[in-house]
């Protein structure tokens, strides 16, 4: 295949023999109301008996902060690494040496030039999820460079505050790389971010990368698809098993993302305590939401804080309610640091309905196609007008869950009916990927308005084995 593709697109591809390293620490009122009913038995532990329990034993490793990197310059290097992962050291693939990878940080307004070089033995590509880019800086497979490549990317960050994050995005290799620790947070800072009262870097933020994984005899990480979807027999946060934070007595603000391949997670405090959710894929919403329980599928990101000024030397866990693990304990010491939770956070216009105007449909058929047909690269798509408020439906045919993700814009969720047969706080706001159950239509609406946005991009299924299979369609903005 020809990927030159035209003379733009040639100086992205070099073959060098070199690499750069580069080196997170992250620099509240109450409405008693819950939205979301909390599970039964919260003040339990989790069992380990249960699938994915890390083994027995009370002993907690401390969790793994990323480094923070400056994308304005440097470099991304895709390998092998041997790391300890909370006590024993496991051959992961990695960024910069680092699982998961380092933490980007950068104001609006800011540039990302960095440099990917692939280390691995098979071609990769870096997609900036939740990144609104040109088509050239996107990660389109079609770009995917060989062992001993490299690939300039070169974009200026003009979005408002969020958490998004990188992984690699080849066709048909999406699954094996993330599983096998490609990732990493790309957090996003604005003025209106700032003018709030909520923590804002070190060591009151804490970015959170949760996934499940599986490792081999040999204690290295193992990649075993299922058309299904990869479930691991086990957990990380921030590449760490059984992880503990140790935390003053204060307001917490976690940046979770839900990093693994195909694993939805139910996640609740074990105090039953409320997650006060501040924002999602697209940044902040319009106000504060309490809720006891979040359901968090593949790539979906939520921006909570959490009150742990009546916890003085206790212990409160993370919890997934699915599966009964205990992701994270937080361990909290006596140290009270006053803090506020406000409820006002940002204005969002909405979208205006298209009225009659009929909805593009999406089905997402089995397990590799949309509307009937695998992936092709080579198939532009259909076509979307730049400015134009639209709806898309997306229904399934079974085979559900499917995460739909879409490139080049965030939208807004209109409706979802049948299955749950409504929408979740935190579905509110902006969000770049939404959760489709079977027996459920859901629709968004989408305008692609941003000034960078143009060309070829994708929407897909994020259970990645789905993405890999072929659940994935090219469009074109224009």
Not at 252 to 272: C, K, M, P, Q
Not at 292 to 299: D, F, G, K, N, V
Request: aromatic share 8%; proline share 6%.
């Amino acid at each position: 295949m020809d990927r030159t593709l035209s003379p733009v697109s040639r100086r992205y591809f070099v073959r060098t023999a070199g690499a750069l390293g580069a080196g997170l620490v992250l620099g509240c009122g109450d409405d008693p109301t819950r939205l979301v009913s909390p599970g039964p038995d919260l003040a339990k532990g989790g069992e380990k008996g249960k699938p994915g329990g890390n083994g027995g034993g009370g002993t907690r490793n401390a969790l793994k902060i990323p480094t923070v990197v400056d994308p304005r310059t440097g470099s991304l290097t895709v390998s092998p690494a041997s790391l300890d992962v909370g006590g024993r050291n496991a051959t992961v693939w990695a960024y910069n040496g680092q699982f998961p990878g380092p933490t980007l940080v950068v104001q609006a307004g800011g540039e990302n030039n960095l440099r990917l070089i692939n280390g691995l033995q098979q071609e990769t590509i870096t997609h900036w999820h939740g990144m609104l880019v040109d088509d050239l800086n996107d990660g389109h497979p079609r770009h995917a460079i060989a062992p001993g490549e490299w690939f300039d990317y070169s974009f200026t960050v003009n979005q408002r505050a969020t958490m998004n994050w990188y992984h690699p995005h080849p066709h048909t290799l999406t699954g094996e790389q993330v599983a096998m620790g490609l990732a990493g947070a790309f957090i996003i800072r604005d003025k209106e971010e700032a003018g709030l009262d909520i923590p804002v870097g070190p060591p009151h933020e804490v970015p959170l990368i949760i996934r499940d994984a599986s490792f081999d005899r040999n204690g290295d990480m193992e990649y075993k698809p299922r058309s299904g979807g990869f479930e691991g027999d086990t957990f990380l946060v921030n590449g760490t098993l059984e992880p503990k934070l140790s935390v003053d007595a204060a307001v917490y603000r976690f940046r979770i993302l839900n990093g693994s391949n195909a694993r939805i997670y139910r996640l609740a405090l074990s105090t039953g305590d409320d997650f006060h959710l501040i924002g999602n894929d697209g940044g902040l919403l319009a106000s504060r939401v309490d809720v006891a329980e979040i359901t968090l599928a593949p790539a979906e990101r939520v921006d909570v804080l959490v009150d742990l000024t009546r916890r003085p030397s206790q212990s409160v866990m993370l919890r997934d309610l699915d599966t009964g693990w205990d992701l994270l304990e937080l361990e909290v010491n006596d140290t009270r640091v006053d803090g506020s939770i406000p409820t006002g956070l940002s204005t969002l216009a909405p979208l205006t309905d298209p009225g009659p105007q009929p909805a593009r449909e999406f089905s997402f058929d089995g397990m590799s196609k949309i509307n009937g047909k695998v992936y092709d690269m080579a198939d532009p798509g259909f076509t979307v007008q730049k400015g134009v408020t639209e709806r898309w439906r997306f229904t399934t045919r079974g085979n559900a869950p499917h995460p739909v993700h879409v490139h080049g814009a965030y939208f807004q969720v209109a409706s979802r009916v049948g299955g749950r047969g409504e929408l979740f706080p935190w579905e509110y706001g902006w969000k770049d990927t939404v959760l489709l159950e079977d027996g459920e239509t859901v629709d968004v609406l989408i305008r692609f308005d941003h000034s960078a946005v143009s060309g070829l991009y994708l929407m897909h299924c994020h259970k990645l084995e789905h993405e890999d299979m072929g659940m994935m369609t090219n469009f074109t903005v224009e």
